[in-house]
Each structure stands twice: as C-alpha cells, then as structure tokens.
C-alpha cells in the first residue's frame, strides 16, 4: 500500500506539472523535481546562497549586524525606556504603592485558597452544569407558576373587600331599616 500511494502522489504530481507548464508555455525551461530531494535540503541550499549573497556586499554585512538594535529600537518598551527617568519610575511606583499592596494581599489570598481550588467538589462542576441547567429550568417554570398564583390570590383578595364592603354595606342598610321600624315601637321620635 506504502508503494501504491507513493505512485499515486507521483502521478498526480505529474498531472499538476502538465496542467502548470501547459499553461507557461513551450519555451519555459521545466523545473525538474525528483522525490530524492527533500524540501530541507532545498532551503538549505537557498540559505547558504543568500547568505553568500549577503556576505559579498558590504551595506547587508552592516545591517546584519545592526538587526539586534534595530530590533531593540522597534520595541515600544525602548521609547518609555528613554522617556522616563528612574526617578519618575519610582515616583510611579510610590504611587501606586497601595494598589500594589492590596493586589498582593488578593494575591496571597487567592494562593491560600488554592486548595479550595483544586478540590474534587471544583472539579466536578462539569459533570454537575446538566443537573444546575435542569434546575434552573425547574425554577423558571416554577417562579412562573408563582406569579400567576399571586395574580389570582390579589384577584380573590380583591374580591373579597369588595363582598365584605357589599355586606357591611347591606348591614347597615338593614341596621337602618330595623332601626326606622323599631322607634315608633318604643316611642322614639325617628330621625
């Protein structure tokens, strides 16, 4: 099978090399490519020609030297490197002292606690996100269903001072009435 896929990628090779020089042309030179060759040792090949190249002309051997400056220059730290005078750093730093002493502080807190931290209960949080979701989906339904039967308790107490208000209304007409059929009984003028 190693043999067969080796002819294969061969062959497609091939067929990628006709359709490419096909369309450069008879007069191109074609580029040979045999699998002998690997791809490192072609890039060995073009590094040491460019080096080569580099080394004949003086300008390139100069800024082969100056790339660790040029690249210490690029770094934007270099800018506030210059910029800033170590005694205004250390005014930055005074500065800042309590924040930086409060940080340490959470620091060394969150390192005690970091036995909590790697504990099993922690570490089995995962495994317990299906149960959280279906409980939190049991407590939405079951909030819902306590609205609706907060709105129908508000309704029946509603309801209810109304009736109450009907009834001691109704008593004091009736309280009236018998009051009015009362009096001339016992000899009272009615008001």
């Not at 690249?71 to 500065?95: G, R």
Request: with cysteine.
């Amino acid at each position: 099978m190693e043999g067969g896929g080796l002819q294969d990628l061969d062959a497609r090779l091939q067929a990628l090399e006709k359709r490419v020089y096909s369309e450069r042309g008879r007069n191109s030179r074609p580029v040979k490519v045999s699998l002998d060759h690997t791809c490192a040792e072609s890039l060995a090949r073009i590094n040491t020609a460019l080096a080569n190249t580099a080394n004949k002309r003086e300008r390139v051997k100069i800024l082969h030297k100056k790339i660790e400056d040029l690249l210490k220059y690029l770094d934007p730290q270099f800018t506030a490197h210059i910029a800033v005078p170590d005694a205004m750093k250390l005014e930055f730093i005074l500065a800042e002292e309590d924040f930086l002493c409060s940080q340490a502080a959470l620091l060394e807190q969150v390192n005690n606690l970091q036995p909590l931290l790697d504990s099993n209960h922690i570490k089995a949080v995962p495994e317990l996100t299906t149960k959280v979701q279906r409980l939190s989906q049991i407590h939405i339904k079951q909030n819902g269903q306590s609205e609706e039967l907060s709105a129908e308790v508000r309704r029946l107490i509603e309801e209810y001072n109304k009736m109450m208000f009907l009834l001691s209304k109704q008593f004091t007409q009736w309280d009236e009435t018998l009051r009015k059929l009362e009096a001339p009984k016992q000899g009272q003028p009615i008001e």
